[in-house]
């Protein structure tokens, strides 16, 4: 009894071993020579903190769809790193806590490289340059520099490149979300100015022609801009600066320039 017992275990090991050698990969046969060859998938997401109401860098269309220059670049590297994009958005005064709070990735909203930011941060190579200029409402005859903004209301989101450069000109600083809230705040008479992007207010008035608005001065030296990283991101950091490389050799950034400002913003 014994031994017809050890003789049926050993049948059924040897009935188990043979199934197992045959197998399957994915409902796939797995006999020699049948093994299909592995897929490229992606990583996953890669979470992308933005305004979503700065046009036409992040903004959103008439059918609600988030657009703009910089979500465009955001995804077109998304694509090349292999990465699937996921914008989340923020308010500016809000979005470099979000991303040192580990809420994205990434931020791609058209970030000013600084000294300070490079200290804490890590930045990718720049992908656009952008000029300030000093806007006023069109009557305006009081301010003509930024050194004629000294105590006047000047209103600026208070992590922006651009409330520095008010604050360093004498300015009293009225906290604002963004450029559009600015520029509500300029028109009702509430402030005295804002400075932004040049980019920005000529997209501003293409889209608003009648807003009674001017400029009076722009900077003469270009700011470069990057998308902003948590610091220690070396390996995405590398991916993101070739994915714009080839971006650049290829013809893909200066058609997706061309389509948002009809001119290269990368120099």
Request: aromatic letters at 8%; charged letters at 25%.
């Amino acid at each position: 009894m014994k031994q017809r017992f050890t003789a049926s275990l050993i049948f059924v090991l040897i009935l188990i071993l043979a199934v197992v050698g045959c197998g399957t990969i994915n409902g796939q046969k797995a006999a020699e020579g049948n093994i299909p060859a592995p897929t490229a998938q992606t990583q996953g997401d890669i979470t992308i903190g933005t305004e979503g109401t700065y046009a036409p860098f992040t903004f959103h269309d008439k059918g609600g769809t988030l657009t703009g220059f910089d979500v465009e670049m955001a995804q077109e590297v998304s694509k090349r790193i292999n990465r699937t994009p996921r914008f989340i958005e923020t308010k500016w005064d809000g979005m470099i806590a979000g991303l040192d709070a580990k809420r994205y990735d990434m931020v791609a909203n058209e970030v000013a490289i600084r000294p300070d930011r490079l200290e804490k941060y890590d930045m990718s190579d720049p992908y656009i340059v952008s000029r300030a200029v000093l806007v006023v409402q069109a009557n305006n005859t009081d301010i003509k520099t930024l050194d004629d903004l000294k105590g006047k209301k000047v209103g600026q989101s208070l992590e922006s490149n651009y409330r520095k450069i008010a604050e360093e000109h004498g300015a009293a600083i009225t906290a604002v979300e963004g450029f559009n809230q600015a520029i509500d705040l300029l028109t009702s008479g509430r402030i005295d100015a804002t400075i932004n992007d040049s980019l920005s207010y000529l997209d501003l008035k293409k889209q608003r022609p009648d807003l009674p608005i001017k400029t009076v001065f722009e900077e003469p030296n270009a700011t470069s801009n990057a998308f902003l990283f948590r610091k220690g991101s070396n390996e995405l950091v590398q991916q993101v600066n070739k994915a714009l490389a080839d971006m650049k050799s290829d013809g893909t950034y200066l058609k997706i320039s061309q389509k948002w400002f009809n001119a290269d913003v990368s120099k």
